[in-house]
């Protein structure tokens, strides 16, 4: 069997990681002092091992809500001689004192990514890496550069506490700092560096470089770049204001193989993008193999009349380009980004891979150059895939499912990545595609969508998530986040809440998340249901009787069956208070009442339970509901169950003097014989096991007769599913005893005996083929 999209499983390597990382003080941490995490001092890990142990871990914290950041790991990490660090990514929670805590190892690649906790005080920590730091990104860094109320230091010199300079506010830019000493450095991103910061007295002491990200940086005096013009193989410009001088900087770098000069969009851009300065480029730059102009105004006199780019198949040759300044290159290039340009829609484009909007290809590949750092780009090429996978076709389903499940986790904390990618997910998961999704794929769905329903209780974003998981069979694809997913649905279902269609899905899900579960999980929903302050109450409170209430009821229904704690948190809730409300105020709303009297079935078959239902009142109401017509023989028979229950404790519990017992006895006779034993019924039973009990027992004929008729039903209309059932739980053999029993009624007897028989007959032949 082939595999299916997305199979392929984690290596040892990443699940060994996991572990240690769930299970630091059951593997290579202990316990130490004033609960401080501590490095078990027989072990020793190398570069590859920690290197994976500190950046997974940045990612688990950023995407796993179950995983807990460790206060103090860092710390472990702070003697070279037992662990030793080379390549590190980090992003966003990093603190100060967590650099400062690795600063004694030889750190060769260091990423970190929008980390605002960071100061200048990061800044100087920098300095202890200045001998072995190749590569470097302060990419989003905003206040790396400023001072937090303290003067600045000098490389190597000790901070206070950092707990108190937290609370400092961050004052002036600190202009001593200098990369002075970081001679092997050779890769620098300083993206979204605020214009206080003097760039080029910065960058002075660095003219080895060969990569500079300078993106959304303000360059007064761009000539300065010339310093690299024989050394830079890529400089990436993108939101920098250009000017023809940083124009005519650019092309004198002839080294040039990666240039970003592309812009989020062409709103407040006073730059055109002529066919002269497109031409000028491309044959100043001829080792250039990646280039992106997107988001610039293209003039129409770059590319050939419409006629002639119509001609032939699409080609990557120069020679065939529809856009001019292209025809001049020597080979096609790897990269060209035309996001947001004129230019992505021509035919003949020379380069293997194209970002744009003219097609899913173009499109895939924006949301692939753009997320890590560009999300405002990234969110406007998901949003293009949605009304692909709404109104076309995606015909590359994995590397779609895979940039956008990348994309919401990258940006968990971006409202609109959060919109899109899960309205995309909506579509990319349904039926249509299904069957091209392997197991674990579907698995990284529900754990995107589950986070951004986490972190944003937005209407759209609550919408989008709740409608994809309804994509997903429940709840066996659900299974696996049982706990988180039912927590966030009853969040959904808060009085707080007012948007009704977000409710209606919620409860849709929830009822179908317990309908087929083991008791265990159905008594963890009742308990969370019980922590959300009385939510039954608003389960059955709503002003009119919708879809939300029934399924609410219903969803009720299967949180309590065969689970006690369930049907004893529902009364301690005022559960038949709720009951008696809806009956009244919804006297026919047919499946209302079976889902009532289905749920107080469940409650009826708890023993310790049923003194609480034996009032004047309850019982007047359920022997009026004998009478039912509602849904077929449903309420009459949920209601006939619930007093088979109470009678089988027999007549020395009945303290009602009204109605008696005997002439509530009676109308469950007649309620009985009057209901068609081929009836069809809307109930699954996994066990028999509360009508079991009622058969071999004198004391409430009755209530045996109703259990002996609830067998012959379902064995005689559903034999394939129920015959197997009621054998397996000895079933035969209580209906032995029924037949010897002199207390059994003569048409009790009758009934068990044709439930033997069927049975009997369904063994002889097995081969049902009724539905």
Not at 151 to 167: F, M, Q, S, T, V
């Amino acid at each position: 069997m082939a595999a299916k999209a997305g199979d392929n499983p984690d290596s040892l390597m990443s699940l060994c990681t996991v572990f240690c990382l769930k299970n630091l003080r059951r593997t290579m941490c202990y316990t130490g002092e004033r609960n401080k995490l501590c490095l078990r001092p027989d072990v020793f890990l190398p570069s590859e091992i920690c290197d994976k142990l500190v950046n997974v871990y940045m990612d688990l914290v950023y995407t796993d809500s179950n995983f807990e950041a460790q206060d103090g790991f860092f710390q472990l990490f702070s003697d070279p001689r037992s662990t030793r660090l080379t390549r590190l990514q980090l992003r966003d929670l990093v603190r100060d004192k967590d650099v400062e805590a690795i600063k004694k190892q030889d750190l060769i690649e260091l990423h970190l990514t929008s980390c605002d906790h960071l100061s200048a005080r990061s800044l100087y920590t920098l300095c202890s890496f200045r001998h072995s730091l190749v590569s470097l990104s302060l990419f989003g860094c905003s206040h790396i550069f400023f001072r937090k109320g303290v003067a600045p230091l000098a490389c190597g010199e000790d901070y206070g506490d950092e707990d108190e300079e937290e609370r400092m506010p961050r004052h002036a830019v600190d202009s001593e700092f200098t990369f002075q000493g970081f001679n092997r450095l050779r890769l620098l991103n300083l993206g979204g560096m605020q214009a206080v910061v003097d760039i080029e007295a910065l960058l002075k002491p660095l003219p080895a470089l060969t990569s500079l990200d300078l993106s959304g940086v303000y360059l007064p005096r761009p000539a300065f770049l010339a310093q690299w013009r024989d050394r830079l193989a890529s400089l990436v410009l993108y939101n920098v204001d250009l000017s023809e001088e940083l124009i005519s900087t650019v092309v004198q770098m002839s080294r040039l193989r990666h240039l970003d000069i592309s812009r989020e969009n062409q709103r407040n851009s006073k730059f055109k993008m002529t066919r002269k300065i497109l031409t000028s480029i491309v044959q100043s730059l001829g080792n250039l193999v990646s280039l992106d102009i997107s988001g610039h105004i293209m003039l129409d006199n770059c590319t050939v009349p419409q006629f002639e780019d119509a001609m032939g198949r699409p080609s990557i040759e120069p020679s065939k380009s529809s856009i001019y300044p292209f025809q001049e290159l020597k080979r096609p290039l790897q990269f060209l980004g035309l996001y947001n340009t004129t230019l992505c829609n021509v035919t003949h484009i020379p380069a293997y891979k194209v970002t744009g909007s003219k097609n899913e290809e173009q499109v895939l590949n924006a949301i692939e150059a753009y997320t890590e750092s560009r999300p405002e780009l990234a969110h406007r090429a998901i949003n293009q895939l949605f009304d692909i996978a709404r109104i076309q076709h995606c015909s590359q389903l994995l590397r779609a499912l895979q940039l956008v499940i990348a994309a919401l986790k990258c940006h968990k904390y971006d409202k609109s990545i959060q919109v899109t990618g899960s309205a995309a997910l909506f579509y990319l998961t349904n039926t249509e595609y299904r069957n091209e999704q392997s197991v674990r794929l579907r698995r990284q769905v529900i754990e995107v969508v589950l986070n951004g329903m986490e972190q944003y209780q937005e209407v759209t974003v609550q919408r989008n998530c709740c409608l994809t998981l309804c994509n997903f069979s429940i709840p066996e694809e659900l299974e696996f986040q049982y706990h988180r997913v039912n927590l966030l649905l009853l969040k959904i279902l808060e009085p707080a809440r007012q948007d009704e269609s977000i409710q209606r899905i919620a409860v849709h899900l929830c009822n179908a998340l317990v309908c087929q579960v083991d008791n265990d999980h159905k008594e963890a929903v009742g308990k969370m249901v019980i922590r959300t302050d009385n939510l039954i109450s608003l389960f059955v409170s709503l002003p009119q009787c919708d879809q939300v209430m029934e399924f609410s009821w219903s969803a009720l229904w299967n949180i309590t069956d065969e689970t006690p704690d369930n049907c004893q948190m529902f009364l301690n809730c005022n559960g038949m208070d709720l009951f008696l409300d809806c009956l009244q105020e919804f006297p026919d709303k047919q499946e209302l009442h079976r889902n009532m009297l289905g749920l107080l079935g469940n409650v009826a078959e708890v023993r310790a339970l049923r003194p609480q239902l034996l009032t004047s009142q309850f019982i007047t109401v359920f022997s009026n509901l004998l009478d039912s017509k509602a849904d077929g023989i449903e309420v009459s028979y949920n209601a006939c169950g619930v007093l088979s229950h109470i009678m089988f404790d027999g007549p020395d519990v009945w303290s009602v003097e009204d109605p008696e017992r005997d002439w509530v006895m009676d109308k469950m006779w007649d309620a009985i014989q009057s209901w068609d034993v081929t009836s069809r019924r809307n109930i699954n039973y996994r066990s028999f096991e509360p009508i079991l009990r009622l058969l071999p027992q004198g004391i409430s004929p009755v209530s045996q007769h109703w259990a002996t008729w609830a067998l012959f039903n379902l064995v005689s209309v559903y034999p394939s599913k129920y015959c197997p059932l009621l054998v397996k739980e000895g079933g035969v053999a209580l209906l032995e005893k029924v037949l010897e029993l002199d207390s059994s009624q003569p048409e009790t007897k009758d009934m068990a005996r044709k439930v033997m028989e069927q049975c009997e007959n369904f063994k002889e032949d097995p081969m049902e083929t009724s539905r």
